[in-house]
DNA sequence: AAGTACCGCAACCGCGCTCGC
DNA sequence: GGCGAGCGCGGTTGCGGTACT
């Protein structure tokens, strides 16, 4: 036996902290008889407005911040653990989308939910559901042309469809005429840097030159190999009316008209992927303007 | 049965913001 | 206005349990 207590053994295994490195601060595992005091002083007095000061006064051998992150996401009343309901994956996806990961925010809107637990579901669970049951749901292969956009943009760390449109290797071997000609006018904008020139395929010219019009290529039951296809024709013509109209409130109706019928998962992919292109193409607008 | 890999989650860390002096 | 203490947040770490080989 080496004489250590269950605290000094505690200390050894988590090491010293810079934020709460004093003498006597314990880290690691809260124990019920700590989770105990912590709850039942709260309870009694409040916080006091003062984390740094309360452990103190309890007589815990604990830093503020630490006292405040057990109370908040594991004593506090009314808090729930795991059992995420489909609404709440709704929502949580709803919100991932459209604000990113400001999971205090999200957090906000699921009562008894803590952005420590949401953000801990998403990167878990809730993310391996999107993209597996996507996976799943269309038969796609590892190497599907989605996949290696979605990965090629987590690698580059940004989110820049132009880089996927630069790498040849990336794209997928059979693809239609007019998404060749969009990709050739994403290069040319990738590499003067002007916008304006992703707009020219539709602007000037409405239809392609084949056998098959820009309507049937939009109707839904054409989009039965998703991937990259839908991907690339779902952004452009967002793309396309919302610099036209500026009617930013219509991505909703739109993406639900044009997803109709696909699974859950498939549309906030969809809509992730949209957004984000559509955040990005924002920022080169502003510089532009600039 | 033992070793290893993987996963989920609680807790920690560090940065940036706010507020009071 | 400058400074420091405290707080809140998002990202990361590492422990413990489970699945796999």
Redesign the pocket.
Known sequence: MSGETNEEE?ER?????????KANV?????SPEE?AKLKAYIEQYG????????PQKIGLK?????C???W???LRPNIK??GFSEEEDNIICSLYIS??????????QLPGR????I???W???LK?KLLGRRKQSNNIHSNSALERLQLHMQLQGLHNPFSFYNNPALWPKNIHPLQDKMIQSMQAAASNGNPNLLMQPLLENPQPANEQSVGDLYDPKNFKPRGLKCWIILWMEYLHRMTRSKLQGELDEFLNNKTAGYPQEEKWLIKYWIVQGHEWFKGKLDLVAD
């Open positions: 505690e295994r988590h090491g010293s902290s810079s934020c709460c490195d314990k880290k690691g595992p809260w989770d916080t006091g407005g003062n984390w740094i000061a309360l604990r830093c503020g911040k630490s405040r992150l057990r908040l996401n594991y653990h795991g604000i990113g990961s400001r999971w205090s925010i999200i957090a906000a803590t952005d420590n637990d953000k801990n579901y990167n878990t669970k391996k």
